[in-house]
């Protein structure tokens, strides 16, 4: 199986899971006060340093179950208006759905056909009174780069806060100092799923999700797993480490993927403003569903995991204008640090050959 899946979650990094082995028997509870609990919670503190040093400075990290639950938290927890925008994760657009059912003010704003915001209508919708601005860094589906710098410094000028998703940019390119609260997640950086964190600017308050024995700065109660942290923590400093040889690898891979895949194929989003290791096109005619059944030695996908087997096109792709017809023939491929020049060259021959098969047969 040549995986190209990256988007949807990342291979387990080997340093991750040797970082992790010991805390599977260490089995204290890090908010006890015993020896062996401190030092569980010695080991949680250690790893929240390594993840917070890929992150704006002035603020704290709060460990969370993934980046949903830290949405969830930053969205549920403020109050006022929220301004975002089409192309967002199911975990903000549902949220803001459900808020927006229990009579919270919620705007939903569309994108250009290249996928990035238009920011003079931002600029429009915050005349009304807003409360958030959330945004993504880095799409999950298309891999568009919302100018985050530039909506953080929107939504601060009309007195709101800015909340950005940056799960897919997380240890991937360096987050902006801008937003007031950050979602992550470990899984989408070769660490294990099960864990994320928010991060909130030194002064920013949000009202906790759940509530309990107030863990985590009385923000965030559970009791926390070392052995998830600790690998948190590895997986970003190895990211802290290898970002810029991580980004020249996806660049050389993407090019790479254009040239086996040949001519006849359409990038979705932005050519310009995109993370290189996502890379999300169409083919006029193609079922991708089915190109998916014929490629099955290859890991890749229609886009976002969380709306896989749903049946519906993806709401990315008819954000940025395209029929149910040309998301139906779109594929997202991605790669990253695991991936070699030859799986894609392979994996890319051997999709180009069925996508051209197919529409062969179809004539």
């Known amino acids: 199986m040549i995986y190209l899946d990256y988007q949807a ?14 805390w599977l028997d260490h ?8 020896r062996w609990g401190r030092e569980a919670a010695a080991a949680i503190e250690h790893a929240r340093g390594r993840v917070a040093a890929l992150l704006p400075s002035g603020g704290e990290t709060i460990f969370t179950s993934g980046a949903t639950e830290a949405l969830n938290m930053a969205l549920r927890g403020t109050t006022g208006r929220i301004v975002t925008l089409a192309t967002e994760h199911a975990a903000v657009l549902d949220t803001v759905e ?8 919620v705007e939903v704003l569309p994108v250009r056909a290249d996928g990035l915001v238009d920011l003079d209508h931002l600029r429009d919708a915050l005349r ?41 940019g997380y240890g991937r390119m360096p987050v902006p100092s801008g937003p007031d609260l950050v979602a992550i997640s470990a899984h989408k950086v070769y660490g294990p799923k099960g864990i994320g964190a928010l991060w909130t600017r030194d002064g920013v ?37 290898d970002m810029s040889s991580d980004a020249d690898h996806v660049r050389r891979l993407h090019e790479a993927a254009l040239q086996a895949l040949g001519p006849g194929w359409i990038v979705n989003g932005s050519t310009g403003h995109r993370y290189a290791g996502n890379l999300n ?24 995991a969380c709306a896989s087997g749903s049946g519906r096109p993806s709401h990315v792709l ?7 017809a040309e998301a139906r023939s779109s594929i997202r491929l991605g790669f990253g640090r695991y991936t070699t020049k030859e799986d894609v060259v392979e994996a890319c021959a051997l999709i180009r050959d069925a996508a051209e098969a197919q529409q062969q047969f179809a004539a």
């Not at 079922?287 to 976002?304: K, W, Y």
């Open 281 to 304: 096109l169409r083919r006029p005619g193609l079922d991708s569903a089915r190109l998916i059944a014929d490629c099955r030695s290859i890991a890749f996908s229609l886009g976002s």
């Open 318 to 324: 008819r954000a940025i204008g395209l029929s149910d």
């Open 205 to 241: 308050t949000v009202e906790p999700l759940l509530h309990g024995g107030g863990q985590e700065r009385g923000l965030r109660s559970g009791t926390l797993s070392p052995m998830l942290c600790a690998g948190f923590g590895e997986a970003a400093a190895l990211a802290r480490r």
């Open 27 to 34: 089995f204290a509870n890090p908010h006890s006060p015993s």
């Open 98 to 105: 459900w808020l927006a059912r229990h009579g919270r003010d």
């Open 128 to 168: 009304k009174p807003t409360g958030l601005v959330a945004a993504m860094l880095v799409n999950n589906e298309i891999g568009v780069i919302q100018p985050v710098a530039e909506i953080a410094e929107a939504a601060h000028e009309a007195g709101a806060l800015m909340l950005c998703d940056a799960v897919q």
């Open 9 to 22: 979650t990342t291979p387990l990094s080997p340093e991750v899971r040797t970082a992790m082995l010991p």
